[in-house]
């Protein structure tokens, strides 16, 4: 069974130009979630999408969006990037298991730099 | 007052201790999730659960739904359990809500 696969793994950018990153998660798997993660920080929660709807958002600017497909596969973009939006970007997958969300399945990350 | 605490955050240990790592929450919840990060970044899920206790190998988590308090208990620690251990708990809406996490070291 193939994991969650995140594209690119690394990339870099300049500011003001922007950004998308893909996340295909585990097949069959409809939840999909978005983490950003600065050097020395915890893991700082973006948004999620649950059959191509958006079902909760995190504390960052409208700079940041997403987007879900009908196969599951998400992407989230970044535009107008700033210095201090380079980090790790993660995404997970997970089954809803009795209204709850199951198991979290996560991607290796993108890791992107803005110079 | 975060929703989820850790503690300790900095745990360094020597090879072969009990380690203990807590996890209070102070929301209703419907599970509770371990994960682990090595400093490569990768996130492993090791544990969700919602009652009781779990084991798995050297790794036991353990859940007190009264007290809204978990633990995450690691026996014969070795070297290469030195990770961020973190704790996250699924509230209403589906939505998780992530403790900072545990950076433990294991020194041989």
Redesign the interface.
């Known amino acids: 069974k193939a994991g969650v696969t995140q594209t690119p793994r690394y990339l870099i950018k300049t500011r003001g130009q922007q950004v998308t990153l893909s996340c295909s998660p585990i097949s069959g798997h409809r ?1 999909v ?1 978005w983490y950003q ?1 600065t050097p020395g920080q ?2 700082q ?1 973006l948004f ?1 999408y ?1 059959s191509e709807t958006q ?2 958002k995190g504390n960052f600017p409208g700079r940041f969006s997403g987007r879900q497909f009908s196969n599951s596969r998400s992407e989230m973009n970044v535009s107008t990037l700033e210095l201090g939006d380079s980090a ?1 970007y ?1 995404c ?1 997958s997970s089954l ?11 991607g ?2 993108s ?1 992107l730099t803005v110079l | 007052k975060n929703e989820v605490e850790q503690s300790p955050q900095n745990l360094t240990a020597q090879e072969g201790e009990f380690i203990t790592i807590n996890c209070s929450y102070s929301v209703g919840i419907s599970a509770l999730h371990w994960l682990q990060q090595h400093p490569g970044g990768g996130i492993v899920s090791l544990f969700m659960l919602s009652s009781g206790k779990k084991k798995h190998g050297r790794l036991i988590a353990t859940i007190n739904i009264q007290e809204k308090h978990s633990s995450l208990h690691i026996t014969a620690s070795h070297p290469r359990d030195s990770a961020v251990y973190i704790c996250a708990v699924s509230g209403s809406n589906y939505q998780l809500i992530w403790g900072a996490g545990t950076k433990l070291i294991i020194k041989p």
């Open positions: 939840s979630s993660q915890g893991l929660f999620e649950f079902r909760n790790l993660l997970a809803e298991v009795a209204g709850s969300t199951g198991e979290l399945f996560f290796e990350g890791r």
